[in-house]
């Protein structure tokens, strides 16, 4: 199966400062990333759809400016959390699907785990 | 409503038993469904994909019932490595955004 990855696994990092993570598709082109929160025992909220070459669409209740999207490429997605804060503290996961085809299922990265203290 | 919705369980049964539940969708438009399977702290992972009545793989049944709109899986021969938090996704028609339940949390004693 197609495969994506997510760097760093695992941050901790202090308040007020921002965090940059990557999301990559390995074997495959992908012109729609898309970037999750999942908080403890909650399901996976969809905070933006990252499109290669425009700007991203952020879901209602997602600030832009806090969580800044840049899809430079057909394999790169980053995901930049600036002025972090503990509440920002979550799991993150992003997703990709294949830019040809008539698959519509989506593959994940492995998720970083951010800690803000 | 939710768009997705799920009995979060925990269903807890022992070894060899078969396990079943089910997810409701409010979007009658909706075309592909998922079921993806999530371990504590992991990403989750594809399933199985329900793109017609249903489909079976191994040991999984995944059921869709378009006229009431929602979608079963069933688990025969339960092992303990099936104990895992299992999320009913949707595909939205349009967009192709993911919609996700909460899961339902499958426990499989030994």
């Known amino acids: 199966g197609a495969v994506v990855s997510q760097h760093p696994s695992r941050v901790i990092c202090k308040s007020g400062t921002s965090v940059k993570i990557e999301c990559r598709s390995l074997?495959?082109?992908?012109?729609?990333m898309f970037w999750y929160r999942q908080f403890p025992k909650q399901s996976l909220m969809l905070m933006a759809t990252?499109?290669?070459?425009?700007?991203?669409?952020?879901e209602q209740g997602v600030e832009k400016d806090k969580f800044l999207i840049n899809h430079a490429s057909l394999t790169l997605s980053t995901l930049t959390v600036t002025s972090a804060h503990p509440e920002d503290s979550s799991f993150y996961i992003c997703?990709?699907?294949?830019?040809?085809?008539?698959?519509?299922?989506?593959?994940f990265g492995q998720g970083t785990r951010l800690t803000v203290v | 409503r939710k768009e997705v919705e799920q009995d979060p369980g925990p269903f807890n049964v022992p070894e060899g038993a078969t396990v079943a539940f089910n997810c409701t969708y409010s979007?009658?438009?909706?075309?592909?469904f998922f079921w993806y399977r999530q371990d504590c702290r992991k990403e989750p992972k594809l399933l199985m994909s329900?793109?017609?009545s249903g489909n079976e793989d191994g040991r999984f049944t995944a059921q869709l019932n378009r006229a009431s709109q929602y979608i079963s899986l069933l688990i025969r021969d339960s092992k303990l490595s099936d104990s895992a938090t299992y999320l009913c996704?949707?595909?939205?028609?349009?967009?192709?955004?993911?919609?996700f339940g909460a899961g339902t949390t499958v426990t499989v004693r030994a």
């Open positions: 997703s990709a699907r294949e830019a040809t085809g008539s698959r519509t299922e989506a593959f």
């Open positions: 074997d495959f082109q992908a012109t729609t």
């Open positions: 990252s499109n290669e070459g425009s700007k991203a669409t952020y």
């Open positions: 979007n009658s438009a909706s075309q592909s």
């Open positions: 329900v793109y017609s």
């Open positions: 996704v949707v595909s939205n028609p349009r967009d192709y955004k993911l919609s």
